[in-house]
């Protein structure tokens, strides 16, 4: 490996270690594009000085943008920054919590959140614990390994289960959970499986968060599907 190709880890480090910067970051989490002046309200900066850290984020490879009308609309450069950016969190020491509004903030998010595009927090652990329960998931090193009965039962449930072969991504990769500490199931099948709860109206995005909430409707689909006490898991 030449010199030249080695990563530059320090331009990356530079860019997230930007409290601006990060915050912005921190709020694309949630998969989705969010325009420049939310990112810039996020951050409590000006759209100018936001629109400059925005620049130096598209050209380190960290975001990518797309441009409706007057608006640019931003998001994450890939589900690989999102993991990264969700490593970091898992060892960062917790900062102090000091209003009621963020302590509500971080009970919901610890409940049930979308980590870039799968389910996570407490209900994503559950859910993967169940898959494992059920032996339609198995742990293999680093990530699960989808069963032949996990196969089925979830291409019966409506979930694209088929791994894409141009798509150069983990297909069951094993995340570790910042908030519970343990792992939950990622990858493009932990996206296929959330994406399909969203269709089924079993998950509900909150308003200007990444944090979702468990419908009724999901309560008691969890329930009979996958045999997810939700009570239970509330409770923990």
């Not at 969190?89 to 959140?113: F, G, N, W, Y």
């Not at 994406?195 to 109206?201: A, M």
Request: charged share 25%; with cysteine; aromatic share 6%.
């Amino acid at each position: 490996m030449s010199i030249n190709s080695r990563p530059n880890v320090l331009e990356v480090a530079n860019l997230i270690g930007d409290s601006s910067r990060l915050a912005m970051l921190m709020s694309l989490l949630g998969g989705k594009a969010l325009p420049a002046t939310d990112l810039a309200n996020v951050a409590r900066i000006s759209p100018q000085t936001a629109s400059s850290h925005l620049s130096k984020m598209v050209e380190g490879g960290l975001l990518l943008h797309e441009s409706f009308g007057r608006h640019k609309y931003f998001r994450l450069a890939s589900h690989e920054v999102a993991h990264a950016l969700e490593s970091l969190i898992a060892i960062a020491p917790p900062k102090p919590v000091r209003s009621l509004r963020e302590s509500d903030e971080q009970k919901t998010l610890r409940h049930a959140r979308t980590c870039y595009d799968h389910l996570a927090g407490k209900i994503g652990v559950a859910l993967t614990d169940r898959l494992l329960d059920m032996k339609l998931l198995e742990e293999s090193g680093s990530d699960y390994v989808l069963s032949v009965e996990g196969m089925e039962m979830l291409r019966n449930f409506g979930v694209e289960v088929d791994a894409d072969p141009r798509k150069r991504r983990h297909y069951a990769r094993q995340c570790l959970d910042w908030s519970e500490r343990r792992y939950h199931l990622a990858g493009s099948l932990g996206a296929a499986i959330t994406k399909r709860l969203f269709q089924l109206k079993w998950l509900e995005r909150l308003p200007n968060s990444r944090a979702v909430r468990v419908t009724k409707t999901g309560m008691q689909g969890l329930a009979s599907k996958f045999g997810l006490d939700y009570p239970a898991v509330t409770d923990k």
